[in-house]
C-alpha cells in the first residue's frame, strides 16, 4: 500500500502557483520523497526528490517539513501543459522501490 | 536521448487469448520495470529486472503473466490467457541502475490493453 496521503484532486489558475500537499507521516529516516506527474494518456514522469532539505529545479519546488512526515510540491507559474495527476512517492534507501497510489489530479484554469 | 519505446500502443483481444508487449529502454540504462495501471489508479509494478536478472516480480501473477529480458536490453510480457480484470495501461520504464536510491524511472508511453 501507498505510503502518502494526497487530495483527490485541486484546481489552479493559470500563472498561480499550484502548492500540492502530500502527507507521509510513517517516512523512515533512509527514506525519499520522490514526485512524478503524469499527463493525460502519457506514461509518469519525473519531477523531483528530496530527502530532508528543500529542492528546487527547473520544474518546481519541494519543500518537506522538518519532521519529514509532510511535504509541498510548488509549481510557481501553473500553466495549462501542468494539468496532470501529481504522485508524491516515498521510498528508496535500502529498499528502491516505486509504489503508487492514486495521487492528485491538478487542474490548471485559464 | 531517445526515450523508452513501447509496442504496441494500443491491443483489443478476447478473454483467454494471450497477447505480447514489448519494450526497448534507453541505452544502457541496466534496470527495467513493467507496470500494470488499472483506469483510475497509480501504476502498480509487476515485475523489475537488473540487466537480465529479476529483482522483484512478487506481484506479478505468475500463472497467465510472464516476462523476459534476453541479453539485458529489450523486455517482452506476455499474458496467456488473459481475463477481463487484465484490461490496463502496461507502462515499461527504464533507469540507469538500481543501486543508487535516488535513480529516476524513465517511463514509455504505455500500451493500453482491452480484453473483451
Known amino acids: 500500500d501507498a505510503k502518502t496521503t494526497q487530495p483527490p484532486s485541486m484546481d489552479c489558475a493559470e500563472g498561480r502557483a499550484a502548492n500540492l500537499p502530500c502527507n507521509h507521516s510513517?517516512?523512515?529516516?533512509?527514506?525519499?520523497v520522490y514526485w512524478y506527474r503524469q499527463i493525460h494518456s502519457q506514461g509518469p514522469q519525473y519531477i523531483i526528490h528530496?530527502?530532508?532539505n528543500n529542492e528546487t529545479n527547473e520544474m518546481a519546488s519541494l519543500i518537506i517539513t522538518e519532521d519529514r512526515k509532510s511535504s509541498t510540491l510548488i509549481l510557481p507559474h501553473a500553466t495549462l501543459r501542468d494539468t496532470a495527476v501529481y504522485y508524491c512517492?516515498?521510498?528508496?534507501?535500502?529498499?528502491?522501490?516505486?509504489?503508487f497510489g492514486k495521487g492528485t489530479l491538478l487542474t490548471v484554469n485559464p | 536521448e531517445a526515450g523508452v519505446a513501447q509496442s504496441p500502443r494500443y491491443k483489443i483481444i478476447e478473454k483467454r487469448q494471450s497477447v505480447a508487449f514489448w519494450c526497448n529502454p534507453i541505452?544502457?540504462?541496466?534496470?527495467l520495470y513493467w507496470y500494470q495501471q488499472i483506469l483510475g489508479q497509480g501504476p502498480k509494478l509487476l515485475i523489475q529486472?537488473?540487466?537480465?536478472?529479476?529483482?522483484?516480480d512478487s506481484q506479478l501473477p505468475k500463472d497467465r503473466f510472464s516476462a523476459e529480458r534476453l541479453k539485458g536490453v529489450d523486455s517482452t510480457l506476455k499474458i496467456q490467457p488473459a481475463k477481463l480484470e487484465d484490461s490496463a495501461v502496461y507502462l515499461c520504464?527504464?533507469?540507469?541502475?538500481?543501486?543508487?536510491?535516488?535513480?529516476?524511472?524513465?517511463f514509455g508511453p504505455g500500451t493500453r490493453l482491452t480484453v473483451l
Open positions: 541505452s544502457g540504462h541496466a534496470t
Open positions: 529486472f537488473q540487466n537480465n536478472g529479476v529483482v522483484d
Open positions: 512517492i516515498v521510498g528508496g534507501g535500502s529498499n528502491y522501490k516505486l509504489t
Open positions: 510513517t517516512i523512515s529516516g533512509n527514506e525519499y
Open positions: 520504464a527504464s533507469s540507469p541502475t538500481s543501486t543508487a536510491s535516488t535513480d529516476t524511472q524513465y
Open positions: 528530496g530527502l530532508k
